[in-house]
């Protein structure tokens, strides 16, 4: 503010004492030139008076003949606010950006008509006339859609700053994570993800809180490694092994290749709430920027980050239940002689029971035990309880042009469907940016969780409640036998008690932080580094006490065992880009980027078991005796080194042309292998933007292709000597040959085609994309046995394999209705994957892995045409009656003993066919289809929605129920009255048995999103609030087969995901909740 200058006041004197006396002086303070009057005096002051007014008049004019225009700009569809949409007139050159809260204020805008735009990144450009009063404020609001292609969003592709989709070759789909979780109640990262992405598919075998899923990328392509893609959260790369938590699984089925229901989720680590997008890129030819390891596919988390403007607080709330649906049901009827354990039985003496509900007849006491009272102590009124499932989420998020954060804060608390399994986690997150200048930033990204569970089923040797209840005898049940089994009451081999009182714990923690630098020299050079650890801790106890019944049912128990592993893992990031971008003349222009990255992967475990514990009441394993406990270490370090290349050439923005190369080295290589290098071509063609474009009905349209190759490491100690030690003599220790390894030893190495087309048509009303891939994955890793004469036992890792894998995928996103007060979207989905075994090298073959077959293939041992009863037959049941049949000995793939069998053969006796191994179909699903319908009432107000998902093609194993037939809970197996069951039963054809389609459709979401009205909303003293409930996996809608000759299918997902069966988790839980959010 100019303050006046009282020296430059115009003196009294100057008014004479007559125009003093007898006036009127007013007394004011005038700016004017530094000048200023202090009193109204007509002879001199009033020249300057008139020069004081003429000044002001025109000030005074402007002031009201401008106004000001006020707004929100909001998304159309979630009705939630847009920050940094640009608002602008545009023949005025007046502008601004959109806050967080989505408003913006335009000053200064002259009276009368205007047209005022909003653009921003992924949506539709918009346009409003408003009209400007003098000195009023006008407002205008916009709710704008999303652009059905989004050509111009940056996606994370490895290179400095993004690419825009329009230039990439490759198909990169993009989940945005903040849309669904503020429409769905999202619990993991799981959830997030399952049927969003064509091509991606979890494998849900466990229905226990604190475990998790397996995860594929267009199919398995690797016999040994594994097909987990690799996992980056805002640049840095974090640990995406199978490895964490307690093993609770078979130890024959573990390994670090395949999730098989036991293990935590280290994905599942990470709070959606704070999840921005997650960019999935699949495949080699879009992965090659990435490497080695990355054939399998990579997925990109991008998390949310500050935006200018005050601090926006958003609360959310979660309460809810996680269920097993329908356990009777599932479960299903069990047959059993009343009179003896196996056949034979007179029909009369069978009877239908039901081992879940016989458990709840025990823990209500219906059913009492030996002594009269309750059979075993339980806390709930039934086995499975509704578990609750509570979640609170605190972030705030601001800043200036400077400075920007997003901070968060979320506890969740969940109880599964047994009273002791429970996952308690505490999730932070810190986000800081700062612009340093107009050509320097800096990005921090930081977060921590911390936790701890217990889980279901808690021994990796002897399984849990479901297989008990599946693997059981009638016979046994006390309503039935009082005296057969007092201990058992009818369960295979334990009491629910029994299986409650083991404890599996996992104790866990991970900090992922990383630092991003940007640097920009005007708009022709970029170039950005990143550095980033993830490192997680865990502590991980499996506890058996000793047993106070006198009658222990775990061997471990007898005396006590406890199981402790402390593993310790760090992934240590840095990445460097560059890119220069040149301008040959108009419409053509290149953009030359090179980068390296560098990483260091480590493992370390410290293991011991002790047995024999002090007394009942131990749970340390300091407890057990010193001279019993075991002690193991376990380290395991390597790294990986790469370079690229990148050449991209732009023709008038609608043509792009790229081509890369990488240079890759790792660790596990052996020392005679020479680093690899990994090349790709794409292109990309925005064909409806060209001059020549005159389809109306077709909007627009890219096509794209790119050609790639990337990699698959080898086990970390593949190339070196390996020894075991042993125990010695008199205290000492021994080395022992475990495996010479092989120094020639290198990567499985992915090429792919993929070729494809994005859409829209009608004007964005109805859009999507279509992408045919194929896959040639050479040097495959398998394990050839080694020559005596070597001196070391065992197999070796070769590479001499090859599996190919071809597929598709397509989505299609429209809006069918589009009303102020009803809408209808509707988004459709579907892939199909396959793939074959092309060669073998040297390795002989198996039965599930031969040239011609699928991998993993299901096996059939004989392949049985027609049975029928035969007095004269061979095979006979336990009644004394004969059968026999036809079989098919197959049809050989190829001449040599490698090559798989297929059916179309000659059919023959049985006896004769017997060891066929004949091709039933993949033991992996070959086509899923994801329908999402969304209906939107009330002007947006109110969304309903739902997501189903089918998946079909796949010949699965069901490891569990097939014990159902062993031990004789089905009518069957008790009775032998179905010669096609009784020579399966005899002949290893598993269709009698386990084997099954399992195709199906599922209801995975449903629910509603109500958006409080506003009255309310001010009552609260909020922005605005919405309330939300919505189910997971409530409803089976239909199956292809639900039983095997009478043995209930649990589920037809409730297997792992190379085939094996679930032998010791029980079903995936279904689950409700409500949300509440508030924002202010």
């Known amino acids: 503010m100019i303050r006046p200058d009282p020296s430059r006041a115009i003196p009294e004197a100057h008014c004479s004492s007559s125009d003093r006396a007898g006036r009127e002086c007013a007394i004011f303070v005038l700016l004017l030139g530094g000048a200023v009057c202090r009193q109204r005096c007509r002879p001199q002051c009033q020249p300057i008076w008139l020069v004081v007014v003429a000044a002001l008049i025109p000030a005074v004019a402007g002031a009201q003949e401008t106004g000001t225009v006020i707004g929100r700009v909001t998304d159309a569809q979630t009705l939630q606010p847009l920050a940094s949409a640009q608002v602008s007139i545009g023949e005025l050159g007046i502008g601004a950006l959109t806050q967080q809260d989505g408003r913006f204020v335009l000053i200064n805008v002259p009276a009368g008509s205007h047209s005022v735009a909003i653009q921003r990144i992924g949506y539709r450009p918009a346009t409003q006339a408003v009209t400007v009063a003098a000195g009023q404020s006008s407002t205008v609001d916009f709710a704008i859609t999303e652009e059905a292609l989004a050509l111009d969003e940056i996606i994370v592709t490895g290179t400095p700053g993004g690419t825009q989709r329009r230039a990439i070759g490759n198909t990169v789909t993009r989940v945005p994570a903040a849309e669904i979780t503020e429409q769905v109640a999202i619990s993991s990262m799981q959830d997030l993800l399952t049927a969003r992405t064509p091509g991606l598919g979890f494998a849900r075998v466990s229905g226990s809180v604190g475990t998790g899923s397996g995860l594929q990328i267009r199919g398995t392509g690797s016999f040994s490694l594994g097909s987990q893609p690799l996992i980056y959260v805002d640049g840095v790369r974090i640990d995406n092994s199978n490895r964490a938590g307690p093993a609770t699984n078979s130890p024959f089925q573990m390994n670090d290749t395949e999730n098989r229901g036991g293990e935590a989720s280290i994905l599942d680590d990470f709070n959606p709430e704070d999840i921005e997008s997650i960019e999935v890129i699949k495949g080699p030819a879009a992965a090659t920027l990435y490497g080695t390891e990355a054939s399998a596919g990579v997925i990109q988390i991008i998390t949310k980050r500050g935006e200018e403007g005050a601090p926006q607080f958003n609360l959310s709330v979660q309460q809810g239940a996680n269920f097993i649906r329908d356990p009777a049901g599932r479960l299903g009827d069990q047959f059993a002689c009343r009179t003896r354990t196996s056949p034979p039985c007179e029909e009369s003496e069978v009877f239908r029971y ?21 059979y075993f102590p339980w806390p709930t009124d039934r086995l499975f309880q509704y578990g609750h499932a509570q979640r609170y989420n605190l972030d705030v998020r601001g800043g200036s042009s400077a400075v920007r954060y997003f901070l968060s804060a979320g506890i969740q608390d969940d109880e599964g469907a047994v009273w002791y399994n429970w996952d308690k986690t505490n999730r932070f997150r810190a986000n800081v940016s700062a612009v340093l200048n107009d050509d320097l930033s800096v990005d921090v990204s930081t977060g921590y969780i911390q936790g701890e569970a217990r889980l279901a089923d808690p021994s990796y040797r002897e399984g849990g409640h479901w297989q008990d209840m599946l693997w059981n005898n009638g016979y046994y049940l006390l309503s039935n036998n009082p005296t057969a089994d007092q201990r058992r009451g009818g369960f295979q081999e334990r009491l629910p008690s029994d299986v409650a009182n083991i404890e599996a714990l996992r104790d866990y923690s991970r900090f992922t932080g990383s630092a991003t630098i940007n640097h920009n020299l005007g708009e022709w050079f970029t170039q950005r580094a990143v550095v980033g650890i993830d490192k997680g801790w865990e502590i991980n106890n499996v506890i058996y006490p000793i047993d106070t019944t006198g009658q222990p049912v775990y061997p471990q128990t007898a005396a006590g065992e406890h199981d402790y592993g402390k593993p310790v893992t760090s992934n240590t990031s840095f990445d460097y880009a560059a890119s220069v971008r040149y301008s040959f003349r108009p419409g053509l222009q290149t953009t030359t980027s090179v980068g390296a990255q560098y990483y260091v992967e480590s493992f370390e475990e410290v293991d011991m078991q002790g047995f024999g514990y002090a007394s009942a009441l131990s749970r340390s394993i300091d407890q057990t005796v010193i001279e019993r406990l075991s002690l193991s270490h376990e380290y395991i370090e390597n790294k990986s080194l790469g370079v690229y290349f990148q050449e991209e050439v732009s023709f008038g923005d609608r043509l792009f042309l790229t081509g890369a190369v990488r240079f890759d080295d790792n660790s596990a290589f052996g020392t005679d292998f020479d680093a690899l290098i990994y090349p790709k071509v794409s292109a990309a063609w925005v064909i409806s933007e060209e001059g020549f474009w005159r389809n109306n009905l077709v909007n627009q349209l890219r096509l794209r292709a790119a050609l790639g190759q990337a990699g698959r490491q080898p086990d970390i100690f593949a190339g070196a000597y390996v020894y075991s030690v042993l125990p010695g003599p008199g205290g000492t ?51 050839l046995e080694i020559a005596p004469s070597v001196g070391f036992p065992g197999s070796v ?85 004969g059968v026999s049949g036809l079989c098919d000995p197959g049809v050989p793939l190829g001449p040599t ?100 389609d399992a195709d199906f459709w599922k209801l995975r979401e449903i629910g509603g999103r109500f958006n409080l009205p506003q009255s309310i909303v001010n009552r609260m003293g909020a922005d605005r609030a919405s309330l939300a409930v919505s189910a997971r996996n409530l409803q089976m809608l239909w199956r292809a087969q639900s039983e095997v000759f009478g043995r209930q299918i649990a589920d037809p997902e409730f297997e792992g995901p190379t085939g094996f069966g679930n032998y010791y988790q029980q079903p995936p839980l279904s689950s409700f909740t409500a949300t509440l959010r508030v924002t202010f």
């Open 354 to 374: 039901n081992m879940y509900e016989e458990a709840n007849k025990y823990i209500s006491g219906e059913t009492p035990g030996p002594d009269g009272g309750v």
């Open 897 to 996: 003993e490698q090559h798989g069998v297929v059916p179309g053969g000659e059919p023959v006796d049985c006896l004769e066919a017997q060891g066929s191994n004949l091709l039933l179909g993949p033991n992996f699903f070959t086509y899923t289809w994801s329908v999402a319908p969304t209906v939107r009432l009330f002007g947006n107000s109110l969304q309903l929605f739902a997501l189903a998902e089918g998946k079909y093609g796949r010949e699965a194993y069901a490891g569990v129920e097939q014990w159902g037939h062993e031990y004789n809970t089905t009518r069957a197996s008790i009775l032998e009255d179905d010669p096609f069951w009784v020579l399966g039963d005899r002949l290893s054809d598993m269709r009698s048995k386990a084997v099954y």
């Open 733 to 783: 220790t021994a080395l022992w040959p475990d495996s010479p390894g092989n120094t020639e030893v290198g990567p499985e190495t992915s090429t792919e085609l993929e070729a494809g087309f994005d859409y829209a048509l009608f004007n964005d009303r109805v859009s999507g994309e279509f992408t045919y891939f194929y896959q040639k994955n050479e040097d495959a890793l398998l394990g």
């Open 797 to 881: 890792e070769q590479n001499v394999g090859r599996i190919d894998n071809w597929g598709w995928e397509a989505t299609l996103s429209s809006t069918v209705v589009n009303r102020p007060n009803f809408g209808l979207d509707l988004q459709l989905s579907g892939d199909h994957t396959m793939n074959e075994i092309k060669e073998l090298g040297a390795y002989p073959g198996s039965s599930s892995l031969r040239i011609g077959y699928p991998y993993p293939a299901q096996i059939l041992g004989t392949y049985i045409v027609d049975a029928d009863w035969d007095p004269d037959g061979v095979i006979r049941t336990a009644y004394g009656q």
